[in-house]
């Protein structure tokens, strides 16, 4: 029999998409013989991955966990809604939000990483369960927040199942302030959070080109006003000032009493606890955000099956 090695398991996993315990295995089941190596895994079910990999994956879940004072918060997505409700596949968003809360934020660290009462890693998982379920699934990203001391609060928003949804945030909270009045706030702006969708912290945080194109919106506006130069950069300026505070946590208008800014309200609190409170960060994550979803006409889709 001819020796296995990890050149001929990795060729294998390229061709097929397979995992790669499941392309070691199916090596030494057909003693190193490629293509019947290929249909081996075909026959399992286990050669269809590759296939479905070109498929737009953008539902799926958001996972949240917090570990003592740091918390992580993962996009897993899939082709379609279907996939949240399938117990596997909740069950590996799960596991990969715990071990991110250890491993960080590097999708491709998380994706080599061990997983748990298996002999592969979190990418061989991921490709069993796209074969098995029968769907594209890819991890997406993961966020961390974490504070030295204080609390991380979690929320999820339209939850399939605990500490699973369609929204997931985390709330960083640096105080000596007791925890359940730390939680109750972090609860609370964490919910804020979910319906305002912050672009930043504070202002400063703001990203600089997003700023810079509202500045060029702003000028346009104020282009055709008819005003005196100065007076329209007064405008432009507002304009973007108005836009950097909407869109900042702590300058917001918190939406639990829709008149306090966020900042305040966090200030308010540290005066009430008698100790400084700081809020320190926060992720939100919206399951599938910034994917390009593929418009798709369904009875032009039964009408070829038909055809075919």
């Not at 008819?226 to 300026?237: C, F, H």
Request: glycine share 10%; net charge negative; hydrophobic share 45%.
């Amino acid at each position: 029999m001819a020796e296995i090695t990890a050149t001929m398991v990795k060729e294998l996993r390229d061709r097929t998409g397979a995992g790669m315990m499941d392309c070691k295995k199916a090596l030494n089941e057909t003693a190193g013989d490629f293509e019947a190596a290929i249909d081996w895994l075909r026959a399992k079910g286990l050669a269809s991955a590759a296939k479905k990999a070109g498929r737009t994956a953008a539902e799926g879940l958001v996972g949240v966990v917090v570990v003592g004072n740091r918390g992580a918060v993962v996009e897993v997505n899939s082709e379609t809604d279907f996939v949240a409700k399938n117990a596997q596949f909740q069950e590996f968003v799960r596991i990969v939000t715990d071990i991110a809360v250890a491993q960080g934020t590097d999708v491709a660290k998380l994706l080599t990483a061990s997983y748990p009462e298996s002999d592969g890693s979190v990418h061989d998982r991921l490709t069993h369960n796209i074969a098995t379920i029968g769907e594209n699934q890819s991890l997406r990203r993961a966020g961390i927040v974490e504070v030295s001391q204080g609390v991380v609060t979690s929320y999820i928003h339209n939850a399939t199942v605990s500490g699973l949804g369609k929204i997931g945030v985390l709330v960083g909270l640096e105080s000596a302030a007791p925890a359940d009045v730390l939680e109750a706030l972090g609860k609370q702006i964490a919910m804020h959070i979910a319906a305002a969708n912050p672009l930043a912290l504070d202002v400063d945080g703001l990203d600089p080109a997003i700023v810079e194109r509202e500045r060029s919106i702003a000028r346009e506006k104020a282009a055709g006003s008819g005003k005196p130069a100065d007076i329209i950069e007064k405008m432009i300026e507002g304009g973007v000032r108005k836009y950097a505070q909407e869109n900042a946590l702590l300058t917001q208008v918190f939406v639990i009493d829709g008149k306090t800014k966020v900042g305040d309200v966090v200030a308010a609190a540290a005066k009430a606890a008698g100790t400084p409170i700081t809020l320190k960060a926060f992720e939100r994550f919206q399951l599938g955000e910034g994917i390009e979803r593929e418009a798709s006409d369904f009875a032009a889709e039964v009408a070829a099956a038909a055809g075919a």
